[in-house]
């Protein structure tokens, strides 16, 4: 995990630092129906603060703001995306295996002795 962590430090920290951007033209390219889970990535991460849009434009012109703001969003679409799932990277013949597993051993109480009674009712 630390690995990773480094990694995704590594990449934020590569962003350009002079770049300035303006809020009108982030808006107008950000906030369209394809960019959708980045708007609410940011959304989920950030909040605007007292001055409304001029917290925005301080949080998103901001170079250490929006370093911060990339590194939660990838954290984010880990979390969603890799980490949450049951068995990220199994073969369909694994994950089917594993939520049959996980669907008998519903009712019981996660202690060893009853997982084991539930991979014997396979």
Not at 39 to 44: K, M
Not at 68 to 73: D, H, K, N, P, T
Request: charged letters at 30%; glycine letters at 8%.
């Amino acid at each position: 995990m630390h690995n990773l962590t480094a990694a995704i430090k590594g990449f934020v920290d590569h962003f350009p630092t002079n770049t300035k951007i303006d809020l009108d033209t982030f808006s107008k390219h950000v906030l369209r129906p394809e960019h959708e889970k980045t708007v609410r990535y940011i959304g989920c991460l950030a909040l605007g603060g007292r001055d409304g849009e001029n917290s925005w434009k301080e949080l998103l012109c901001d170079v250490e703001c929006r370093r911060a703001l990339v590194f939660g969003m990838i954290g984010r679409a880990l979390e969603e995306h890799v980490f949450s799932e049951l068995w990220f990277g199994g073969s369909e013949e694994q994950c089917k295996e594993l939520s049959e597993l996980e669907q008998r051993s519903v009712e019981l109480d996660g202690t060893l002795p009853s997982m084991l009674i539930a991979m014997n009712q396979r």
